[in-house]
């Protein structure tokens, strides 16, 4: 019969309707798999010999137990690449596919089935598709056992683009009527509905062709599904079939088997393989409850039922879902549960037994009035919000009249809830609850309750700022004068919580636009100035400055003209004590306080120009003074400077201000302090001190990052004309300076406070962009080479070494750069090989160590070479150590120099090459060094396990697992806490090879718990001991017992904090195996 049908599938020499004339005798199936063979003969396909040598894979594979994965994918390939034709496939497969044993069918059709998967995905003719499409569909007749391994098969056809207009259909109609989708496995299910959807992303115009009948079917398919993967995937399927389906008939049963879910209990178990979160099923799910307003009369009082229930977790979710569902249900379904959702509201708000629930209820009551509001065309929607908005309010005045104010906060948490809706709705509350406020705080006299009323109005005008007002009046502005002068009024009390509300009460009503007028605008910025610089408590300065700052963002012609000119009255003078109240001594605010307050005023291009100006006339009268007490108030002048720039410098007119004029003058001022003897002019003490140096280069740097190129450029010139060719005559101020004046920093035998401003150079040409072009670089990079390697102060060797680091880094490739490489490291290998003199050798590997650092970041091959020299120079006694330690140099991340922010040259995944490449040569070294040296191999793996990304450890562990144990057996403390941080985390990432040290590992950890001096050595140990409980039960079982006992002593630690940390491993050891029995 099989041959038969073969030959009459194949014959080219009976027609069409000859051929379909004797299909309708034979059997659904057979008829199937004739017209599957007949298309792809027409479409190419022969028999032939070749075929017989597939014939034992595909027996093998049949009849064998487990289907083999590497044959099935043979046989796709040799699809794919023409070997094997699918129509020779389909012969082959004939026998089995037409078999009168189920499971031999079944095993067949699977192997077409993932065949077909493995296909590319325009392999398959749109003639081809069809034909697979009527066999597959015809397979979902057959008997059930066969059913997964067809709509595995329907799977593959669904992400085919060439499938025929008209076979989504099909197979969705088929789907829905042949397969009773819930007595699938959960791997089945999910496959129906990966089917679905993907029809819905591709096909959506032809299923919407089977309107309601689609939703019906998709409906049973659902319906009394429980494996949230699955559910996940059907969420998504009902948001579609709402927004593209017509659901009216069906609107109930969608909604019934959908809100049965509701609310999400699911909870994922640890360590989740699928990633499926509670928060994904409740989105999900929520998507489809606010979908359509035709769930409305269904959703709501099941909403109403779990607002309803003692169990937080559904009210939360009830809560929140109506907030969602709100503004698509409209009026006409809300409006009938306005008292209901207010008395759940209310509930919540004044029990406040969860803060979480309190914001979910007064969310969705915000939510729920906005919708009510909004919706103009229903006719009572507009009365029945009036009527309860004036039913609220009557009962919320009660709580707020009564004398011991106990219910104020939650009763006003309510109605800003409710005034946080709509503007009309804001209107209205606001305009009947603030002279009502007013009218309290004029009744109660204590100074708490009088607190708590004015935090409140505070949180009213916060909800007023909300709103544009255009179609109604703003409710502050009709009491505004009133609650001015009650925050007004109130700083001149001495209970200071009282006043730092005052404070923060300005600053809402500085920054509701439209509200004030500049008179009181400046009465605001007068008293609120006068209290910053009167009062001694710090809350209450923070306050005030923060308000001023709200005032200078709005005003800032106010700000320049009245607030900046009273704090620089009060810099002027010193700190003394004043008189506040009845005669109580408070410090005055010292000009720390003041410089940083003029730094946060600077908010506006107007107001950086002018503080900044000041700022620098206030640190020219600081060196004038002549007194070296002051150098604290220099640096808080300089601080202060940094401050404005950082915050300001992403604004083009600010940093051409700060370009043109700050930076200039600091250098000038610098440059001059560092040339005039010390000796003449006492004042140079200020300006040369090393931290003031270190925040003007700090501000340097920050406002060059931000430069266009032509703009670095040009003061890149200014900056090598000072420094290296010694021309001060870009300079200000220079006619102080005596004629015959001689500034050269980069030279070694140069004054101190000249070889400082090398961090002020490496601040500018370091930060540059990498096209700006540095002038005479070459002969630059000379001397900074030399002051590396030969200046005995190591703050200036090091920033010489850093800017020598940065050129080469930014530095164009090519021969010059070779060449500049090449003399880099002969100088220091020169240096380097000075045996007996340790001083020099020190300092030629500090600049050794950045230029590795340098060109590992830009990957420059000549890297590995000076990597390389590290780990030679591990065996040196004297420089050993201190190269281990470089280590750490190189990996991390530098604020000053070689990040991004300053454009170095940074290539991705250097941390990684680094790694990579030196660990070999550790691990080899270290097996081959003496006792004492290894020591610094283990240093070196412990700097670079600290910065290695841990997918890029973990390839790499094995080999690596003695050296970690060896670690821990060092004195070193740092060594050891990052080796036990890294087992830490390993423990979880690569439990099998952590497991194979258990035995070497515990003895050392319950050893470093105990006689350790360092703290945190202590609790990284005892945490490690704990993660151990997280291996396979039968690796540490074993090991219960002594650990238990050797936990013991730790728990009598003499910090509280170890003893913590020792209870919670014992515990965990003592219930080890607990779970499984």
């Known amino acids: 019969m099989l041959k038969q049908i073969f030959y009459l599938s194949s014959s080219m020499k009976l027609t069409m309707v000859c051929r379909t ?126 059913t997964p391994h067809t709509i595995y098969g329907i799977l593959s056809l669904s992400t085919l683009s060439s499938l025929a207009a008209g076979d989504a259909v099909k197979i969705c109609t088929n789907v829905f009527k042949e397969v009773q989708v819930q007595s699938l496995v959960q791997t089945d299910r999910q496959s129906v509905y990966s089917i679905i959807n993907n029809f819905l992303y591709s096909r959506l115009e032809e299923l919407q062709e089977l309107g309601s009948e689609f939703v019906y079917g998709f409906i049973q398919v659902m319906d009394g599904e429980k494996d949230p993967r699955n559910l996940l995937t059907a969420f998504q399927i009902v948001q ?16 019934e088997v959908t809100s049965c879910y509701f609310p999400i209990d699911f909870r994922p178990p640890p360590n989740d393989p699928h990633g499926i979160s509670t928060d994904s099923l409740i989105q999900g799910l929520r998507g489809c409850l606010a979908g359509t307003p035709k769930f409305a009369e269904f959703c709501l009082p099941l909403l109403m039922e779990k607002l309803a229930s003692e169990l937080q977790s559904a009210k939360i979710d009830a809560f929140e879902t109506l907030a969602a569902c709100a503004p698509v249900y409209g009026a006409k379904h809300l409006k009938d549960y306005l008292e209901a959702v207010w008395s759940y509201c209310r509930k919540e708000v004044f029990q406040s037994f969860s803060g979480e629930l309190e914001q979910a209820a007064l969310g969705s009551l915000c939510c729920f009035l906005k919708a009510v509001s909004d919706d103009r065309s229903e006719e009572g929607a507009v009365f029945s919000l009036d009527y309860f908005l004036d039913e609220i309010l009557k009962e919320c005045q009660k709580h707020i009249n009564e004398p011991d104010l106990r219910f104020l906060h939650p009763s006003c948490r309510l109605l800003q809830a409710v005034a946080s809706s709509t503007e009309a709705v804001c209107s209205k509350i606001l305009s009947y609850i603030i002279p009502l406020l007013l009218q309290q705080f004029d009744k109660h006299l204590q100074a708490n309750m009088r607190q708590n009323i004015l935090s409140v109005l505070q949180a009213f005008i916060r909800v007023s700022m909300q709103f544009p007002y255009n179609d109604f009046p703003n409710p502050v502005s009709l009491h505004k004068d009133r609650a001015l002068t009650v925050f007004i009024s109130v700083l ?60 200078s963002t709005h005003y ?106 700050l930076l200039p003058a600091l250098l000038s001022r610098l440059v ?18 090393e931290e003031v140096v270190v925040l003007v280069a700090a501000i340097v740097r920050n406002a060059v990052q931000f430069l266009e190129a032509s703009s670095a450029s040009e003061l890149c010139g200014q900056y090598i004309e000072i420094f290296h060719r010694q021309n001060l005559s870009s300079l200000q101020q220079t006619d102080s300076l005596p004629a015959d004046v001689m500034f050269n920093p980069l030279q070694i035998n140069s004054p101190e406070p000249q070889h400082q401003l090398v961090i002020l150079l490496t601040a500018c040409i370091c930060s540059v962009r990498r096209e700006v072009t540095i002038p005479d670089q070459s002969e630059v990079l000379t001397k900074l080479l030399q002051m590396a390697t030969g200046c005995d102060c190591e703050v200036i060797r090091s920033t010489a070494a850093k800017c020598l680091a940065g050129l080469v880094n930014k530095h164009t490739a090519g021969a010059d750069l070779d060449q500049t490489i090449r003399v880099c490291k002969e100088h ?50 004297v420089l050993g150590l201190t190269a ?75 080999p690596l697992m003695p050296l970690l144990v060896q670690s821990l057996r060092q004195e070193n403390g740092a060594l050891c806490l990052s080796v036990l941080e890294r087992l830490e985390t390993l423990t979880h990432d690569a439990p099998s090879i952590i497991s194979e040290y258990v035995n070497s590992l515990l003895p050392e950890l319950l050893r470093l718990a105990g006689d350790k001096p360092s703290m945190k050595v202590r609790i990284s140990a005892l945490r490690c001991i704990g993660e151990f409980t997280t291996l396979p039960h039968h690796i540490v079982f074993p090991y219960q017992s002594q650990v238990i006992r050797g936990l013991v002593p730790r728990l009598d630690d003499k910090k509280r904090v170890v003893r913590k940390e020792a209870v919670r491993s014992r515990n965990l050891w003592m219930m080890l195996g607990s779970d499984s029995k």
């Open 21 to 146: 004339t004797i299909l309708k005798g034979m059997s659904p199936m057979l008829a199937s798999l004739c017209q599957l063979v007949a298309v792809f003969n027409l479409t190419g396909g022969s028999t032939n010999m070749a075929a017989s040598m597939w014939m034992a894979k595909l027996e093998n594979i049949v009849k064998g137990e487990q289907q083999n994965e590497s044959e099935i994918t043979e046989i796709s390939n040799g699809v794919c690449n023409g070997e094997l034709k699918l129509l020779e496939l389909i012969e082959l497969l004939g026998p089995y596919l037409t078999s009168k044993e189920n499971d031999i069918r079944g095993r067949s059709t699977l192997l077409l089935a993932k065949t077909i998967h493995q296909l590319p995905r325009n392999k398959l003719s749109a003639d081809e598709a069809g034909l697979l499409t009527a066999f597959f569909c015809d397979r979902l007749k057959d008997h059930h056992s066969v």
């Open 240 to 255: 579609t079939l709402i927004q593209h389906f017509p659901i009216g008939i069906f609107a109930e049963e969608l909604f």
């Open 492 to 551: 001149s009390e001495t209970n200071n919580s009282l006043k730092s509300v005052a404070a923060v009460g300005l600053g809402l009503l500085v920054e509701t636009k439209g509200l004030l007028a500049e008179s009181e605008v400046v009465l605001i910025a007068d008293h609120l100035t006068k209290t910053l610089l009167s009062e001694g408590d710090k809350d209450l300065r923070q306050e005030s400055e923060r308000s001023l700052t709200y005032l």
């Open 556 to 661: 800032p012609s106010v700000t320049e003209q009245t607030v900046l000119p009273a704090l620089l009255m009060n810099l002027s003078t010193e700190p003394m004590e004043v008189g506040s109240g009845d005669s109580q001594k408070v410090a005055a605010v010292s000009h720390h306080t003041i410089l940083s307050s003029m730094a946060a005023l600077a908010t506006k291009p107007i107001l950086v120009e002018s503080i900044v100006e000041k700022l620098l006339k206030h640190l020219e009268l600081l060196c004038t003074a002549n007194d070296a007490s002051k150098t604290d108030e220099c640096v808080a002048t300089c601080q202060s400077l940094l401050s404005i720039v950082t915050k300001t410098t992403t604004d083009p007119t600010n940093l051409q201000f700060l370009y043109q004029h």
């Open 672 to 689: 001059i302090a560092a040339c005039t003897e010390r000796s003449e002019v006492k004042c140079t003490q200020m300006l040369c001190n």
């Open 828 to 877: 220091i290998l020169s240096k380097l090989n000075q045996l007996g003199n340790e001083d020099c050798r020190q300092r030629a590997l500090g600049a050794w160590i950045w230029l590795t650092k340098s060109l590992l970041l830009r990957s420059h091959p000549t890297f590995k070479e000076f990597a390389a020299h590290l780990i030679d120079l591990f065996e040196d006694e």
């Open 884 to 958: 281990a330690k470089g280590f750490f140099v190189i990996l991390d991340e530098t604020e000053d120099v070689l990040n991004l922010a300053s454009h170095a040259d940074v290539k991705l995944m250097y941390r990684q090459r680094f790694f990579l490449y030196l660990l070999p040569n550790i691990i080899d070294g270290h097996g081959k060094t003496t006792p004492e040296k290894k020591t610094n191999y283990l240093q070196a793996l412990s700097n670079l396990l600290h910065f290695v990304p841990r997918q890029v450890l973990l390839s790499e562990l094995p």
